[in-house]
C-alpha cells in the first residue's frame, strides 16, 4: 500500500530531479474499494455513478464496488474481505451504524483510511466522513410544513431506517421545525427507506385516518409510496407529499408533475469522496467532517433549478 502513496505523491510533484525514470514501467494502479449498502434505489446508483465519473479524471485509480444488498452481514464481511485484498483505501456507505463501526474501525487498525458516505457510523475511528446534514434538512422540512399548513394539521412520517443516523436526524431536526406549532403527527413507521414499505404503512395510515393533511416521506422513494397508496384509495388530491433526496430523474420530477409538493437535496457526496481520496493519498490533510449543502425544490423554484439553504 505504501508503494501506491509514494507513487502518487510522486506523480503530484512532477518537477522532482528523477522524474520520468517511470516512463518504461507501466502505471500501478491505486486501488478503492467501495462498500455499498445497497443499490436498491436510484440514489445509491447515483453514489456509485458519480464516484466512477470523478474515478475515471484518474487513471490511476481504480474502483472496486461491492453491493451489500441491504443486509448488514454481508456488508461487514464485503468491508472484510477489502482490509484482506489490502485495498489502498475505503469508501464505505453504511447500512447502519452501530454494527458497521466495528469493521470499519478495524480497516483503520490495518492502515487502511476509510471515507465514511452519508450515513454516519458511531464514534470517530475513520479518517473522514461525508454527507449533507440530515438535522438541517429535517428542521427546514418542518418550517416548510408549518408555513405551507398555516400551522395546524394532521401528518403521517414515514421515515428511514432508525438504526440509521440520516432516520435518526430527519426525525429529531422535524420535531424542532415544528415545534410550538399545532402541526400532529398523527402516525408514523418505519418504512426502512423502502417505497413498498412506505405503501404499505400509509394503506394503514388512511384506513385509521380520515383526516391527513401531509405526508413526510424521509427519502423519495417513500414519499413516492404513500402517494400511491393515496391514490389507489382516491385521497391523494387531499394530501401534501414531501420528501428528501431531489434525484432529477426521481424528486424533482415529481415535483414537476405535481406528485410531491416539496424535495430537499441530499447530495451523493462521491465526486467529494474521489477528491478526498487523492489528497489522502497526497498526505495531504483532510478535514474530519466534509457537510455537503442542501437545496429546496418546490412548484415554484422548481422550474429555475431550486434555492440553496442557507
Ligand atoms: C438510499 C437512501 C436515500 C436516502 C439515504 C439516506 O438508500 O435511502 O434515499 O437519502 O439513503 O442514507
Request: proline share 4%; hydrophobic share 40%; charged share 20%.
Given at each position: 500500500?505504501?508503494?501506491?502513496?509514494?507513487?502518487?505523491?510522486?506523480?503530484?510533484?512532477?518537477?522532482?530531479?528523477?522524474?520520468?525514470?517511470?516512463?518504461?514501467?507501466?502505471?500501478?494502479?491505486?486501488?478503492?474499494?467501495?462498500?455499498?449498502?445497497?443499490?436498491?434505489?436510484?440514489?445509491?446508483?447515483?453514489?456509485?455513478?458519480?464516484?466512477?465519473?470523478?474515478?475515471?479524471?484518474?487513471?490511476?485509480?481504480?474502483?472496486?464496488?461491492?453491493?451489500a444488498q441491504n443486509d448488514t452481514l454481508q456488508q461487514r464481511a464485503q468491508i472484510e474481505e477489502?482490509?484482506?485484498?489490502?485495498?489502498?483505501?475505503?469508501i464505505v456507505s453504511p447500512k447502519e451504524a452501530q454494527p458497521l463501526?466495528?469493521?470499519v474501525?478495524?480497516?483503520?487498525?490495518?492502515?487502511?483510511?476509510?471515507?465514511?458516505?452519508?450515513?454516519?457510523?458511531?464514534?470517530?475511528?475513520?479518517?473522514?466522513?461525508?454527507?449533507?446534514?440530515?438535522?438541517?434538512?429535517?428542521?427546514?422540512?418542518?418550517?416548510?410544513?408549518?408555513?405551507?399548513l398555516d400551522g395546524k394539521g394532521n401528518v403521517v412520517e414515514l421515515m428511514g431506517l432508525q438504526t440509521s443516523?440520516?432516520?435518526?436526524?430527519?426525525?429529531?431536526?422535524?420535531?424542532?421545525?415544528?415545534?410550538?406549532?399545532?402541526?400532529?403527527?398523527?402516525?408514523?413507521?418505519?418504512?426502512?427507506?423502502l417505497e413498498p414499505d412506505a405503501r404499505k404503512e400509509m394503506e394503514s395510515a388512511l384506513s385509521r385516518f380520515d383526516k391527513i393533511d401531509l405526508v413526510y416521506g424521509h427519502n423519495d422513494p417513500g414519499a413516492h409510496g404513500a402517494y400511491?397508496?393515496?391514490?389507489?384509495?382516491?385521497?391523494?388530491?387531499?394530501?401534501?407529499?414531501?420528501?428528501?433526496?431531489?434525484?432529477?430523474?426521481?424528486?424533482?420530477?415529481?415535483?414537476?408533475?405535481?406528485?410531491l409538493d416539496v424535495t430537499f437535496q441530499y447530495p451523493t457526496g462521491g465526486a467529494e469522496a474521489i477528491d478526498t481520496a487523492l489528497k489522502i493519498f497526497r498526505d495531504e490533510k483532510v478535514p474530519k467532517d466534509i457537510t455537503l449543502g442542501t437545496r429546496r425544490f418546490d412548484k415554484a423554484s422548481v422550474k429555475t433549478g431550486g434555492e440553496a439553504l442557507p
Open positions: 500500500m505504501l508503494g501506491a502513496f509514494v507513487f502518487l505523491a510522486g506523480c503530484s510533484k512532477p518537477t522532482g530531479g528523477n522524474s520520468g525514470t517511470n516512463s518504461s514501467t507501466p502505471q500501478k494502479k491505486i486501488t478503492i474499494g467501495m462498500s455499498q449498502c445497497n443499490l436498491g434505489e436510484p440514489w445509491r446508483e447515483q453514489m456509485n455513478a458519480d464516484i466512477q465519473a470523478a474515478a475515471a479524471k484518474h487513471p490511476e485509480l481504480k474502483v472496486v464496488f461491492k453491493d477489502f482490509v484482506s485484498a489490502k485495498v489502498d483505501l475505503l463501526t466495528e469493521p474501525a478495524r480497516a483503520m487498525d490495518a492502515g487502511i483510511p476509510v471515507i465514511v458516505l452519508d450515513r454516519r457510523l458511531l464514534g470517530d475511528k475513520y479518517t473522514c466522513f461525508i454527507g449533507a446534514d440530515n438535522k438541517k434538512i429535517g428542521n427546514a422540512l418542518g418550517e416548510w410544513v408549518v408555513k405551507t443516523a440520516p432516520g435518526q436526524d430527519r426525525h429529531s431536526g422535524f420535531l424542532e421545525g415544528i415545534a410550538g406549532s399545532d402541526i400532529k403527527i398523527v402516525f408514523s413507521a418505519d418504512m426502512k427507506w400511491l397508496a393515496a391514490k389507489s384509495a382516491g385521497r391523494e388530491k387531499q394530501i401534501k407529499f414531501v420528501g428528501i433526496d431531489a434525484l432529477p430523474q426521481e424528486g424533482v420530477g415529481y415535483v414537476s408533475q405535481g406528485i
